[in-house]
């Protein structure tokens, strides 16, 4: 089975922190990717990677930067979290190639105070 | 720009009867996934739709494609209160890697 983790289920941080969100897959996934997702918005797009070190902006990319030094680990940092930063964060892999699904890792509740 | 609706937004129905979601899409796409997301956990992949006139089906649920309308559906037939859970349909961007998400559809089975 295919595992992607997310290294905290909660995270409560002040304004103005510097906060790293991590997740790691173990399938050898090329593409990985960083969502979040708010009541009424869906799933929103703030960055993906297909390779290492490789990385495009998503549609809401403004207030975050990633990080894929090796192949199964991608960070979303927020470099200076601010509240409507609050949000649950998803991250997800795949295969690349339209025929391979995501796969999600169970989400990261931030909270920003 | 791709924009993916779904509806209906909230959807309340009664056991063992039969409902269709909707997923509509604004350009062109050469793929479409349904997911289903529990409360309080993460998304899980249902089915991977390539063609037009796709047909996937799992249990009680069924989801097709038709890319010249720029549709999808999925059909629930004999709704039982497992279901109940927030639907969302998920579209490729053509030429990207990118996915584009419907808002979701949060359906309740009521007993």
């Known amino acids: 089975d295919v595992k992607v983790t997310q290294s905290s289920r909660y995270l409560v941080k002040r304004t103005g922190e510097k906060v790293f969100l991590e997740c790691v897959q173990d399938m050898d996934h090329e593409n990985m990717f960083w969502y979040r997702q708010d009541p009424g918005l869906g799933l929103r797009l703030i960055y993906f990677?297909?390779?290492?070190?490789?990385?495009e902006k998503g549609d809401i990319p403004e207030g975050y930067s990633v990080s894929r030094e090796k192949k199964e680990r991608f960070s979303l940092i927020l470099e200076s979290a601010s509240t409507n930063q609050t949000s649950m964060y998803l991250c997800?892999?795949?295969?690349?190639?339209?025929?391979?699904?995501?796969?999600f890792g169970p989400g990261t509740r931030l909270t920003v105070t | 720009e791709l924009k993916v609706e779904q509806n209906p937004l909230f959807l309340s129905m009664q056991e063992g009867k039969n409902y269709t979601i909707y997923c509509n899409y604004s350009?062109?796409?050469?793929?479409l996934y349904w997911y289903r997301q529990d409360p309080g956990k993460s998304l899980e992949s249902l089915f991977v739709l390539l063609s037009n006139g796709a047909v996937k089906q799992e249990g009680r649920l069924m989801a097709s494609l038709d890319t010249k309308a720029r549709l999808s559906t999925l059909h629930i037939t004999a709704a039982v209160h497992d279901l109940s859970a927030t639907y969302f349909c998920?579209?490729?961007?053509?030429?990207?890697?990118?996915?584009?998400f419907g808002t979701g559809t949060r359906l309740k089975v009521l007993a």
């Open positions: 350009t062109t796409s050469d793929r």
């Open positions: 990677s297909y390779d290492v070190k490789m990385k």
């Open positions: 997800a892999s795949s295969y690349p190639g339209p025929g391979y699904e995501q796969y």
């Open positions: 998920a579209v490729g961007v053509s030429g990207t890697y990118k996915y584009i």
